[in-house]
C-alpha cells in the first residue's frame, strides 16, 4: 500500500492522498508493522519455490518515507492529519515523526 501510494505520488497527487488513506486504514488492521522496512514483500507463490525467481520485485521500496517524501513538502498539513489517523499509539508516534522530518530535511 505504502509503494502503490509513492508510484501514485509521481503521477496524481490526489490520488496519492486517496491511497495513503487506504493504507493508514490497512495499517491499523495490522497486529505490528514496521513503518521503515521498505523491504519488498516476495511475489512469488509460498507453495511453489521457485515461483517467486520468475516475478520481477518493483523498484519502489514500501517504506512510509518513499510514500511521504514526494507528497510533503508542499502538503505537510494534510499529509501530518492523515498520518496522525493511525490508532496505534507507537506507530502514529513513528508515522508523525516520519513527516515532520522528512519536511524539515526538505525545507531546509
Avoid at 509513492?6 to 496519492?16: K, P, S
Avoid at 512510509?64 to 507507537?90: D, M
Wanted: glycine residues 2%; aromatic residues 2%.
Amino acid at each position: 500500500m505504502l509503494a502503490r501510494t509513492a508510484l501514485l505520488a509521481r503521477l496524481d497527487q490526489t490520488q496519492a492522498f486517496a491511497a495513503l488513506e487506504e493504507a493508514v486504514q490497512v495499517i491499523d488492521k495490522l497486529d505490528k508493522i514496521n513503518l521503515q522496512d521498505g523491504a519488498i514483500p516476495s511475489l512469488g507463490l509460498s507453495a511453489v519455490p521457485s515461483s517467486g525467481a520468475t516475478v520481477e520485485k518493483p523498484s519502489v521500496d514500501c517504506s512510509l518515507k518513499t510514500a511521504l517524501e514526494p507528497l510533503v513538502e508542499n502538503n505537510f498539513e494534510s499529509v501530518s492529519s492523515i498520518v496522525a489517523k493511525v490508532r496505534h499509539k507507537e506507530t502514529n508516534a513513528i508515522a508523525r515523526l516520519e513527516a515532520a522530518r522528512l519536511y524539515l530535511d526538505k525545507t531546509r
